[in-house]
């Protein structure tokens, strides 16, 4: 079993880390050592104006930070203005969740949702079913978990249970399922009485919940060399009653510091450049636009031996979806992705292609569609968009030239 850990330090006055197995990374981000990120933070926000044309709103966090609220797909909206579940109207408090940080010009996203996650729960506020991933296999495991979500159903919220809690005894479990209606009701009564742009709920720094998203079996360790970070930690996970996670937190003492340890400023620089190369001597090609991300494999000059070239292009191919899929993960690429495999002949190659592609996708914890081969002979995919793009992270943080310019600090 891989030796997966959490590694977390602090450079330039910004919050490097990554999660990383048997010492390679999987995930890497950066974030300003002061919170930069909006995402999951709940407020009452100020409905500035309604764009009909578009269907959505424009509101107001707090005092200059902006956010478009989408109508569509947010069917009961909570107004904590009048108390009702209406359209909203201009001057009007809602109560929003962030669901997508500002990128590229564009503004933050919010919606009526609000959800509490937990390390094996994830609680709704408007959106009320019950569920369990459908990840958790076994008729035993999933009769015992529905038995619970029996017991915990309610008129005043939703629940779902994550693929961590296969397995988990109930007790465990009831722990988070009371944290997280504690912290429901904490919010809501805040907000009966806020008035508009007032930030509710705060969501911590990603590099103290980053632990919470990884299966149990994934994580051996949470290390960082930063006492502060170590602190806050202990704090997050003794407040949230996850004893397996607090047990793995471990704070690094040694001189040698985990930015040298674990080699952040080379996998930091590898992460961000245009090519990269395979073993076979392809390589790909990553280049972004405003719209999507291109991708585009090259066979280089491997082909020697003309009748050999369609089984060298397909397992060339194939090389090429592993290790594609291991870029979107590490640099954390959304949206549209477009990827020019090299020409095959054989239908059924490209068939057993995507096929690949799916299943070295499913490694991913982001939601990754794999959609088709088009016309022109592009695979088409979109993976979920939540955190900024790895660039755009240490962009953020004035990371970016250190390792894009010619200079290196590392």
Not at 36 to 65: P, T
Not at 250 to 270: A, M, P
Not at 348 to 357: G, H, K, N, S
Request: proline share 2%; charged share 35%; net charge positive.
């Amino acid at each position: 079993m891989a030796d997966g850990r959490v590694v977390i330090t602090v450079r330039e006055n910004a919050v490097c880390y990554g999660y990383f197995e048997d010492n390679q990374p999987r995930e890497l981000y950066a974030e300003p050592r002061e919170q930069g990120s909006l995402l999951g933070n709940v407020y009452a926000a100020r409905v500035e104006r309604v764009a009909d044309g578009i269907h959505g709103a424009f509101l107001e966090l707090e005092k200059g930070v902006k956010a478009y609220y989408p109508l569509s797909g947010n069917d009961r909206k909570i107004l904590l203005s009048s108390g009702e579940r209406r359209e909203p109207k201009g001057g009007d408090i809602a109560l929003v969740q962030v669901t997508k940080d500002a990128q590229k010009g564009k503004q933050a996203v919010v919606d009526s949702n609000i959800t509490f996650e937990g390390k094996y729960i994830v609680m709704t506020l408007v959106d009320r079913r019950y569920g369990i991933s459908k990840k958790i296999r076994g008729d035993k495991e999933r009769k015992r978990l529905k038995k619970l979500l029996d017991e915990w159903r309610s008129k005043e919220y939703g629940v779902i249970l994550r693929t961590n809690a296969q397995g988990v005894s109930k007790e465990r479990l009831m722990r988070e399922f009371k944290a997280l209606k504690d912290r429901r009701r904490r919010i809501l009564r805040k907000g009966r009485h806020a008035k508009g742009r007032t930030l509710l709920y705060e969501e911590p720094g990603h590099y103290i919940t980053l632990p919470r998203s990884l299966r149990s079996s994934e994580l051996k360790k949470v290390v960082t060399d930063d006492p502060k970070i170590w602190r806050q930690l202990r704090s997050y996970y003794e407040e949230s009653g996850d004893k397996d996670i607090l047990k793995k937190i471990k704070l690094h003492k040694d001189e040698y510091s985990l930015w040298k340890l674990y080699r952040f400023g080379y996998h930091y620089e590898d992460a961000l450049k245009k090519h990269v190369w395979l073993n076979s001597g392809g390589s790909l090609v990553i280049d972004h636009t405003e719209a999507m991300t291109v991708i585009d494999v090259n066979s280089g000059s491997l082909v020697k031996n003309p009748r050999k070239k369609n089984d060298l292009f397909y397992r060339l191919n194939c090389e090429a979806a592993a290790e594609i899929a291991k870029q979107l993960r590490l640099r954390n690429l959304s949206g549209i992705i477009l990827i020019d495999f090299i020409n095959m002949d054989n239908k059924d190659d490209e068939d057993l292609l995507l096929e690949v592609l799916r299943e070295e996708c499913m490694e991913d914890r982001i939601s990754i569609n794999v959609v088709d081969m088009t016309a022109l002979g592009f695979v088409e995919l979109t993976r979920s968009k939540s955190r900024k793009p790895l660039r755009e992270q240490m962009f953020a943080c004035g990371l970016l030239d250190f390792f894009t310019g010619t200079s290196r600090r590392w």
